[in-house]
């Protein structure tokens, strides 16, 4: 018996297709990315850039994020360029490798590539950041050593005191192993030390920055108890037992879709410990602009004469040359696309967050993803895209755009203010603590309340975690 089955599918056009590509990239990606079509597409050219003169720059000393921000009243305007202010392109003189000017050497990319680091390297290396006890240090490292190559501890913390010296005493409680776990949870990427797919999924999902409340917790539920009917594909199933609308659950699925399932084989890939900023944030003048970080990439543009010759020899629109010529076309513009996109949500981000620059983190307002859409016209989709892997220089220092989205947390006063902001006041609370007397979550959350901000103890654990900071009982000094 057939069966004819009507199913609507998007398909983006190849050049649509090469510009969501581009725009996802990093930076380090995407030269990369340039670089290569340069060497293989004949109808393309590099752009040979004349070297600035340092006085044509509007900073021709240290750059501001290679020192301390100077204290200035706040900004009014934010804009990419102020209109008095001279072209120029930024050259960062701090820790990252100078922009490369085209003088006729050849790039090598290899100065961006530290030497690479194992899991359980990274994790003890992170480990090293925390004040922390031997014997609390001893068994965190126990639980990092135990970990598998996808990023579990499969082994039950009940068996991992039979690999413990009888010399340790004295033997540690249920409480001890489930404190070191969390801080190793804690650690790097998130999903680290989950003991199931269940954990590592909410551990991710519980770190994610930009989620609305909504539907941050919509997904945590599919995840805790209807892991099983989204691996299955049964949307009808969830609806039902979620009550939810069809909207809200197409996003926490493939929210939930997108995580990673297997968080330590990202350290098979052996990614690159340096990155590439894609724009410069500093101060002209009284106003806060962004400037596009180009000279550290290389510029593409169509090989004019090659594409006259073309023309003129009248071959098939279907050759193999022809599809090159458009290829190179698409690149060059979808380059554009991707530096001026950047660029905007960039502006925005800049714009939006003018306390932050001023006063630092304490001052970061809430912000999402959707208000950057918004504001720019764009799909929400696009904006992701163009704040993962992207970084600022700025004068308090480099920052993926990622860090400046907060979800929003009311306070008594009836305000709001941004989860990053409470994790800046319980980072100064700890570090005002009495060693002796640390303080305890429940107790850090009476402060904050104290302050007008209300939240639950297990809300004060997790932007703690967040933080990188030990639980009371590890902070400890004995």
């Given at each position: 018996m057939q069966e004819l089955r009507l199913r609507q599918q998007m398909t983006l056009a190849p050049r649509l297709q090469q510009s969501v590509k581009l725009l996802q990239m990093s930076a380090l990606e995407f030269t990369t990315a340039v670089e290569l079509a340069l060497a293989s597409n004949p109808f393309l050219e590099e752009v040979q850039e004349q070297a600035a003169d340092p006085a044509d720059?509007?900073?021709?000393?240290?750059?501001?994020?290679?020192?301390?921000?100077?204290?200035?009243?706040?900004?009014?305007?934010?804009?990419?360029?102020?209109?008095d202010a001279p072209p120029a392109t930024p050259e960062y003189a701090g820790d990252y490798p100078a922009p490369a000017r085209h003088d006729g050497d050849d790039r090598d990319l290899s100065q961006w590539v530290s030497a690479p680091v194992s899991m359980r390297e990274k994790l003890s290396l992170d480990?090293?950041?925390?004040?922390?006890?031997?014997?609390?240090?001893?068994?965190?490292?126990?639980?990092?050593?135990?970990?598998?190559?996808?990023?579990?501890?499969?082994?039950?913390?009940?068996s991992l005191c039979d690999t413990l010296s009888p010399d340790f005493v004295p033997p540690p409680a249920d409480s001890e192993w489930l404190a070191a776990l969390r801080l190793v949870q804690q650690l790097d990427a998130p999903g680290l030390g989950a003991r199931d797919l269940q954990e590592c999924l909410a551990l991710q999902l519980e770190a994610a920055p930009g989620l609305s409340s909504s539907l941050r917790t919509l997904a945590l539920r599919i995840v805790r108890e209807q892991l099983d009917r989204l691996a299955k594909n049964d949307s009808a199933g969830l609806r039902r037992v979620l009550d939810c609308a069809e909207d809200?659950?197409?996003?926490?699925?493939?929210?939930?879709?997108?995580l990673?399932?297997?968080?330590?084989?990202?350290?098979?890939?052996?990614?690159?410990?340096?990155?590439?900023?894609?724009?410069?944030?500093?101060?002209w003048r009284s106003r806060w602009r962004v400037l596009p970080n180009r000279g550290a990439m290389p510029q593409a543009r169509l090989h004019q004469l090659y594409a006259d010759l073309f023309r003129r020899a009248r071959l098939d629109d279907r050759s193999p040359m022809a599809q090159e010529l458009q290829e190179a076309r698409?690149?060059?513009?979808?380059?554009?696309?991707?530096?001026?996109?950047?660029?905007?949500?960039?502006?925005?981000?800049?714009?939006r967050q003018q306390t932050f620059f001023e006063y630092?983190?304490?001052?970061?307002?809430?912000?999402?993803?959707?208000?950057?859409?918004?504001?720019?016209?764009?799909?929400?989709?696009?904006?992701?895209?163009?704040?993962?892997?992207?970084?600022?220089?700025?004068?308090?220092?480099?920052?993926?755009?990622?860090?400046f989205f907060s979800r929003e947390l009311p306070t008594d006063s009836g305000g709001t203010c941004s989860a990053a902001a409470v994790r800046a006041l319980i980072k100064e609370l700890?570090?005002?603590?009495?060693?002796?007397?640390?303080?305890?979550?429940?107790?850090?959350?009476?402060?904050?309340?104290?302050?007008?901000?209300v939240l639950a103890r297990r809300t004060v654990s997790k932007y703690r975690g967040q933080l990188r900071l030990p639980p009371a009982e590890l902070r400890r000094e004995h």
């Open positions: 720059r509007p900073d021709s000393g240290p750059h501001p994020a290679a020192g301390p921000a100077a204290a200035q009243a706040p900004a009014t305007t934010s804009s990419a360029a102020a209109e480990l090293g950041n925390y004040r922390l006890g031997p014997r609390d240090r001893l068994l965190a490292e126990f639980i990092i050593d135990a970990l598998d190559e996808d990023g579990y501890l499969r082994t039950p913390l009940a809200a659950l197409r996003d926490a699925c493939a929210l939930i879709r997108g990673d399932p297997k968080p330590g084989r990202r350290y098979d890939a052996q990614a690159p410990a340096y990155v590439v900023p894609d724009v410069f944030v500093d101060k698409w690149l060059v513009r979808n380059v554009e696309q991707r530096y001026s996109t950047i660029q905007r949500v960039a502006e925005a981000i800049v714009k630092g983190e304490v001052a970061l307002r809430p912000l999402m993803l959707k208000e950057v859409a918004d504001d720019l016209d764009m799909h929400e989709s696009t904006v992701s895209r163009a704040t993962v892997g992207k970084y600022m220089v700025t004068p308090r220092g480099v920052f993926e755009f990622r860090h700890i570090e005002a603590e009495d060693p002796a007397m640390p303080l305890s979550d429940v107790a850090l959350a009476q402060q904050l309340a104290a302050n007008g901000i």
